[in-house]
Protein backbone atom coordinates (compact mmCIF):
# COMPACT_ATOMS: atom_id res chain seq x y z
CA UNK A 1 0.00 0.00 0.00
CA UNK A 2 1.16 3.84 -0.41
CA UNK A 3 1.62 5.71 2.67
CA UNK A 4 1.87 9.60 2.45
CA UNK A 5 2.85 11.05 5.30
CA UNK A 6 2.60 15.14 5.67
CA UNK A 7 5.00 17.49 7.44
CA UNK A 8 5.54 20.75 7.75
CA UNK A 9 2.27 22.87 9.33
CA UNK A 10 2.03 24.66 12.19
CA UNK A 11 1.22 28.54 13.48
CA UNK A 12 2.42 31.35 11.41
CA UNK A 13 1.24 35.05 11.22
CA UNK A 14 -0.63 36.57 8.09
CA UNK A 15 1.64 37.41 5.37
CA UNK A 16 3.72 34.41 6.78
CA UNK A 17 5.00 31.56 4.56
CA UNK A 18 4.95 27.68 5.06
CA UNK A 19 6.29 24.82 3.05
CA UNK A 20 4.39 21.43 3.42
CA UNK A 21 5.93 18.14 2.36
CA UNK A 22 4.65 15.03 1.58
CA UNK A 23 6.62 12.12 1.53
CA UNK A 24 5.13 8.91 -0.52
CA UNK A 25 6.67 5.17 0.25
CA UNK A 26 5.25 2.12 -1.53
CA UNK A 27 5.62 3.07 -5.02
CA UNK A 28 7.55 5.23 -7.69
CA UNK A 29 6.56 8.44 -7.94
CA UNK A 30 6.92 8.16 -12.05
CA UNK A 31 3.08 7.90 -13.52
CA UNK A 32 1.36 8.99 -10.02
CA UNK A 33 0.04 12.33 -9.83
CA UNK A 34 -0.23 13.96 -6.34
CA UNK A 35 -2.24 17.01 -4.79
CA UNK A 36 -3.18 18.62 -1.84
CA UNK A 37 -6.36 19.09 -0.65
CA UNK A 38 -7.34 21.19 2.52
CA UNK A 39 -10.33 20.92 4.90
CA UNK A 40 -11.06 24.57 6.64
CA UNK A 41 -13.27 24.53 10.36
CA UNK A 42 -16.60 23.85 9.29
CA UNK A 43 -16.16 23.29 5.78
CA UNK A 44 -15.96 20.15 3.49
CA UNK A 45 -12.57 18.97 1.65
CA UNK A 46 -11.72 20.89 -1.01
CA UNK A 47 -8.95 21.03 -3.47
CA UNK A 48 -6.25 22.91 -3.72
CA UNK A 49 -3.23 21.80 -6.22
CA UNK A 50 -2.11 19.02 -7.84
CA UNK A 51 1.10 17.64 -9.89
CA UNK A 52 0.98 15.35 -12.34
CA UNK A 53 4.30 12.59 -13.45
CA UNK A 54 5.56 15.02 -16.09
CA UNK A 55 5.02 17.99 -13.73
CA UNK A 56 1.78 19.40 -14.85
CA UNK A 57 0.71 22.27 -12.12
CA UNK A 58 -3.17 22.59 -11.64
CA UNK A 59 -4.56 25.30 -8.80
CA UNK A 60 -7.58 25.39 -7.66
CA UNK A 61 -9.08 28.70 -8.91
CA UNK A 62 -7.40 32.29 -7.91
CA UNK A 63 -8.04 31.49 -4.15
CA UNK A 64 -4.29 30.16 -3.96
CA UNK A 65 -3.06 30.46 -7.35
CA UNK A 66 -0.09 33.35 -6.77
CA UNK A 67 0.68 32.70 -3.71
CA UNK A 68 0.74 28.57 -3.72
CA UNK A 69 3.17 26.88 -5.42
CA UNK A 70 3.09 22.77 -5.96
CA UNK A 71 6.31 21.18 -6.78
CA UNK A 72 7.75 17.72 -7.03
CA UNK A 73 11.08 16.22 -6.42
CA UNK A 74 11.09 12.65 -8.07
CA UNK A 75 14.05 11.74 -7.06
CA UNK A 76 13.17 12.07 -3.18
CA UNK A 77 9.45 10.86 -3.85
CA UNK A 78 8.29 13.99 -2.35
CA UNK A 79 6.08 16.31 -3.21
CA UNK A 80 5.92 20.27 -1.68
CA UNK A 81 3.31 23.23 -1.18
CA UNK A 82 5.03 26.54 -0.67
CA UNK A 83 2.67 28.80 0.90
CA UNK A 84 3.14 32.38 0.82
CA UNK A 85 1.06 35.54 2.08
CA UNK A 86 -1.12 33.49 4.36
CA UNK A 87 -3.85 34.35 4.59
CA UNK A 88 -6.06 33.12 7.97
CA UNK A 89 -9.01 31.59 5.65
CA UNK A 90 -6.10 29.32 4.60
CA UNK A 91 -6.19 27.77 8.65
CA UNK A 92 -7.10 24.27 7.46
CA UNK A 93 -5.87 20.86 8.02
CA UNK A 94 -3.90 20.18 4.63
CA UNK A 95 -3.76 16.59 3.11
CA UNK A 96 -1.76 15.35 0.70
CA UNK A 97 -3.17 12.93 -1.89
CA UNK A 98 -2.10 10.31 -4.66
CA UNK A 99 -3.46 8.45 -7.24
CA UNK A 100 -3.50 7.42 -11.57
CA UNK A 101 -6.28 8.73 -12.81
CA UNK A 102 -6.15 12.68 -12.37
CA UNK A 103 -6.42 14.14 -15.83
CA UNK A 104 -4.44 16.72 -15.10
CA UNK A 105 -6.73 19.53 -15.75
CA UNK A 106 -9.66 19.88 -13.27
CA UNK A 107 -9.50 18.46 -9.35
CA UNK A 108 -11.11 16.04 -7.89
CA UNK A 109 -10.58 14.16 -4.95
CA UNK A 110 -12.18 11.16 -6.86
CA UNK A 111 -8.82 10.73 -8.45
CA UNK A 112 -7.09 10.16 -5.38
CA UNK A 113 -6.65 6.95 -4.23
CA UNK A 114 -4.22 7.45 -1.00
CA UNK A 115 -4.59 9.88 1.91
CA UNK A 116 -2.10 11.23 4.62
CA UNK A 117 -3.05 12.04 7.78
CA UNK A 118 -3.23 15.68 7.29
CA UNK A 119 -0.74 18.63 8.61
CA UNK A 120 -2.45 21.55 10.60
CA UNK A 121 -2.09 25.03 9.33
CA UNK A 122 -3.06 27.88 11.09
CA UNK A 123 -2.72 31.03 10.38
CA UNK A 124 -3.56 34.31 12.65
CA UNK A 125 -4.42 37.35 12.04
Not at 20 to 32: A, E, H
Request: net charge positive; charged share 20%.
Amino acid sequence: QVQLVESGGGLVQAGGSLRLSCVRSGRTFSRYSMGWFRQRPGQEREPVAAINWAGVRTYNGDTVKGRFTISRDSAKNTVYLQMDSLKPEDTAVYYCASGDRWNSVSLNHRDFDYWGQGTQVTVSS
